[in-house]
């Protein structure tokens, strides 16, 4: 039995990797979403990674975590990284776990 | 504390697919007592880290049982119970500060207790090593608008 509450598109243009998250983000989902935008980013070699989180309903620490983790890969790699439609309670955990001293938010 | 209005006991599986089972049977349970969406919101958010530890770390590879008790009060009061069977922790106020973790590798963030106890208005964790972990959970609900 498998369930899915999130998923992420991906697109590649003009070397920017844009990865659209929606739905509910949680433990169970993050590992697959992990693994969807590390292959994007071996693949696409783009120069900036950016995470929309516009359609993102739920999130809990496990969100943190798969972006942490995102923006720790992209700086070790020497690729941009940013944060799209973070609104909301999801900024809200990130601000709390003072993520937004270190990741640039847009929009 | 007064008996409560109404009490719901669940038990599953610590299958990360019931992280998002519980929390939304938490959020149907506290729909009763027609919470605002901020408290609803805080309440799916911390029963998702509570879950989501016994998923992660108290049973490591293993499934085991996860136990979830919610009782809701007169006064607008719910409080959460959330419990496992697995290994326990050995130091609990250690494991409580914001960011620690013994996970990093899988990106775990060490924030989950932060949120639990931010997101609610209390939050008590008893742990004993080989025995399981216990997470208290209250929170006051807004009174309803006349």
Redesign the interface.
């Known amino acids: 039995m498998d369930t899915k509450n999130a998923d992420v598109k991906l697109e590649s243009k003009n070397n920017i990797l844009t990865a659209a998250i929606s739905g509910e983000i949680d433990h169970h989902c993050a590992k697959n979403i992990r693994q969807e935008i590390d292959a994007a980013l071996l693949s696409a070699s783009p120069n900036k990674l950016i995470i929309n989180m516009g359609g993102v309903t739920f999130m809990d620490s496990s969100g943190l975590g798969l972006i942490l983790g995102r923006y720790t890969k992209a700086e070790e790699i020497g690729v941009q990284f940013s944060v799209q439609g973070a609104r909301g309670r999801v900024r809200q955990m990130f601000d709390m776990a003072g993520l937004d001293r270190i990741i640039t938010f847009e929009g | 504390m007064k008996k409560s209005e109404n009490t719901l006991k669940l038990q599953f599986d610590s299958l990360?697919?019931n992280?998002?089972l519980a929390?939304s049977l938490a959020a149907a349970f506290v729909m009763q007592l027609n919470p605002t969406v901020a408290e609803l919101?805080d309440i799916?958010?911390a029963v998702?880290?509570a879950v989501?530890n016994c998923?992660?770390h108290a049973y490591r590879d293993a499934v085991g049982p996860v136990y979830m008790i919610m009782n809701a009060y007169a006064d607008r009061k719910v409080k959460i119970e959330i419990r496992d069977a697995g290994c326990g922790i050995p130091d609990v106020e250690t494991a409580m500060q914001?960011?620690y973790t013994t996970d990093a590798e899988?990106?775990?963030?060490?924030?989950?207790f932060?949120?639990m106890d931010?997101f609610m208005d209390s939050l008590t964790v008893r742990s004993r090593p080989g025995k399981g972990t216990k997470v208290i959970m209250m929170k006051k609900l807004s009174v309803l608008p006349r």
């Open positions: 990360s697919q992280e998002s929390r919101a799916k958010c998702s880290e989501t998923t992660v914001p960011l899988n990106e775990r963030s060490g924030m989950g932060t949120v931010s």
